[in-house]
């Protein structure tokens, strides 16, 4: 598979409007890629809690349609990132959205763990509730966004779900990278999976971001990693080797704690 990260900067003095625009622009620009991937509220930004209210949008709002018309444009399965949705009852979630190389929404995402220990993203959204896989021609996706990351049980659901490559959209501060890169690392390693983990570049809200979207292979390898600012990360990668993998050293059949039901 090809893969394409696209770590997006969120420039405070870049309207929303201009910025949709943006990354409809650099999503086209990926055509031949199978996978494409956005960061966390490329929006409006992940800390920039004051416009969470003003910048919310229905489920199929102004981000949907961009962004189901790039997926089109350009013939690929489209991981659209995260923004702000607005349910119908009012309730604000950090919704990610997945679409279809036809430009179709194939699942969307509500994050389950929010961010800001009693402010912020965790007083401001309601939490998700559902794990969300997708399957693709060639694998199997299992959708997380940022603070996710840290909740080791949700990947194992995930991967109990029949996960095969985990997709992590994130707006990760700089100052807790080394975190990034390391738990990256281990949820790849414990669960015999590919990690695509893509951030957010710039500096927003007075937080500056990590960036260093990773690719990490399910033996833990790190096959690209961006540096600090916008790019588009490239990767070519084998989804077979997570079945490969899984027989060669098939540590997940050892589980005692935990398990799920049978499928």
């Not at 620009?29 to 409006?44: F, K």
């Not at 896989?133 to 049980?153: H, I, K, M, S, W």
């Not at 033996?219 to 916008?230: H, I, K, P, S």
Request: with cysteine.
């Amino acid at each position: 598979m090809h893969a394409s990260l696209i770590q997006i900067a969120v420039d405070p003095h870049e309207s929303v409007n201009s910025r949709r625009e943006r990354a409809a622009s650099l999503v086209a620009a990926q055509r031949g890629a199978d996978l494409v991937v956005l960061p966390e509220l490329w929006p409006v930004g992940a800390f920039a809690y004051t416009a969470f209210e003003s910048e919310a949008e229905p489920l199929e709002g102004p981000t949907h349609a961009i962004m189901a018309k790039a997926a089109a444009d350009a013939g690929v399965w489209l991981h659209a990132g995260s923004f702000i949705e607005r349910a119908d009852d009012g309730t604000l979630y950090n919704t990610t959205l997945v679409f279809t190389p036809e430009g179709e929404r194939a699942a969307a995402y509500r994050k389950i763990h929010r961010f800001g220990f009693d402010q912020g993203e965790a007083v401001m959204m309601g939490a998700g509730e559902d794990l969300v896989t997708v399957a693709l021609p060639q694998t199997t996706l299992g959708l997380a966004t940022c603070y996710d990351l840290r909740f080791p049980e949700m990947f194992r659901g995930l991967v109990d779900a029949g996960a095969e490559t985990l997709v992590v959209a994130a707006g990760w501060p700089e100052r807790r990278r080394a975190h990034w890169t390391l738990l990256a690392q281990a949820r790849a390693v414990e669960n015999q999976s590919y990690v695509l983990a893509v951030g957010t570049a710039g500096t927003h809200a007075g937080t500056q971001q990590a960036g260093h979207s990773i690719v990490v292979d399910p033996w833990g390898e790190v096959l690209a990693q961006a540096g600090g600012d916008e790019e588009v990360l490239t990767v070519e990668f084998d989804p077979t080797r997570v079945a490969t993998t899984r027989e060669q050293f098939p540590a997940l059949k050892d589980r005692r704690l935990g398990l799920a039901p049978p499928r």
